[in-house]
């Protein structure tokens, strides 16, 4: 839409507030709210002035006034809210230079996509997020306190319920790893996971398919369409909203945490990916898989940076409890055709070059998407300009590899703390094109190490009383 078509379309739905959105540097929306009348073609020149200082990872308070600007192709009713009510993504400007913001991570994943066509290797980026998650009825948790910290989740569902008293409890628990596929009764979120299917259809997101997914306790996958890098950061981020809206409104507790359970499968994002350029699809050809050379390349330019993309693809703590081995996590830097056990995995899509692509199995619904998926075509497109070999395919199933097989596949970082120090090393790649900057890179580095990294690390864990208290 164009700015006069959102306020006809306000008009015409009755419209009686709009929903200004951000996303904020770690990944999470923001919002404000004006009434319907400020709606003019002004706002989406001038925008709406706010405080970058209160914002994560954002300005300094001497200098923390900026200004959001509506983008109007994004908008789209507000299921969620008692009176009608528009939603508009937002890019933010300084209020000064009205230039955008270069912690903006929506800008970010701009500029990633104005460096490709400015390269002449492509015109078009596709990125198709899988983001599973979990769906729980009960949540809580504490890490306050000096003398205390615990966490407690629940669900119906839960295999560590089968022999509780439920008045009463009529079985049909989810197994440990066999929570793929079941039909109800054992499959207890059918009936949300259709009602967050329509949402997003209504939203206008298209949806492929929705399942229960691997893990116990409430696993879930919806599916959908692949879009362009950033509007579909723009989908994704709907997305998380109105599945965890959803789940609310039906009593229940949705969350992207990628291993919020010990002992069964996390929630992973893989991620497709493919170039195209004047309409036509770069990724076929006749090499392995039926990739081209160009897909190769990609390729061995996104296993060569893995280990720094792993800061902003898998960027929490928690990522690091999903990527270990024995848990479907692709923890092993390998390609292949097939084949789920490697990091990047080329789907069987049928004779048609239009379908053929990657899969990047590592990412996490943790991350920052617009950050993310720059983030991994900025490392495909090196390995395109530098010809990155990939190595040879891995057609086997890696984690039966002995230990000694197992030596020569290089692999994921174990910590987002190794993971920074390799961003920290490795991010030449990402400054081409002026897509981050170095003052981006350096502010991510210091808020995941001063506000996630040393919390942590200074608090005990429940485990560490187990281990240690007889001590």
Known sequence: MTPKQVIEFAKKHDVKFVDLKFTDFPGIWQHTQIPVHRLDEGLFEDGLAFDGSSVRGWQPINASDMIMIPDPATAHLDPFFANQTISLVCSVFDPITKQPYSRDPRHIAKKAEAYVKQSGIADTVFMGPEAE?????????????????????????????SGREEFPNLGYKTRHKEGYFPVPPTDTLADLRQAMMLALQESGIEVEVGHHEVATGGQCE????????????????????????????????????????????????????SLWKEGKPLFAGSGYAGLSEMA???????????KAIAALTNPTTNSYRRLVPG??????????????????????????????????????????????????MMAGLD????????????????????????????????????????LERDHEFLLRGDVFTKDAIAE????????????????????????YYDI
Not at 225 to 246: E, G, P, R
Not at 327 to 352: D, H
Not at 387 to 409: F, H, M, N, Q, T
Request: include cysteine.
């Open 444 to 467: 991510w580095l210091d808020y995941k190490r001063t506000k996630e990294l040393n919390p942590i690390r200074m608090r005990p864990t429940p485990h560490e009383f187990f281990l």
């Open 327 to 376: 848990f479907e996590a692709p923890v092993n830097l390998a390609y292949s055709s097939r084949n789920r056990s490697a990091a990047i995995r080329i789907p069987i899509t049928g004779p048609s070059p239009k379908t053929r692509r990657i899969e990047v199995r590592f990412p996490d619904p943790s991350c920052n998407p617009y950050l993310a998926f720059a983030t991994m």
């Open 296 to 306: 190769l390349h990609y390729i061995g330019g996104v296993i060569k940076h893995s």
């Open 383 to 422: 390995g395109i300009q530098n010809r990155i070999d990939p190595g040879d395919p891995l057609d086997k199933d890696i984690y039966a590899l002995s230990p000694e097989e197992l030596k020569e596949v290089p692999h994921m970082p174990g910590s987002l703390e190794e993971a920074l120090d390799c």
């Open 222 to 273: 919806i599916g959908m369409k692949f879009n362009t890098l950033t509007s579909c950061a723009d989908q994704l981020m709907w997305f998380k909203y109105i599945v965890k809206n959803i789940a609310r409104k039906h009593g229940k507790s949705a969350t992207f945490m990628p291993k919020p359970l010990f002992g069964d499968n996390g929630s992973g994002m893989h991620t497709h990916q």
């Open 133 to 161: 998650f979990f769906v729980f009825d009960d949540v809580r948790f504490d890490h306050s306190q000096p003398n205390a910290g615990f966490y407690f989740l629940d669900s119906a569902e839960g295999a560590w319920n």
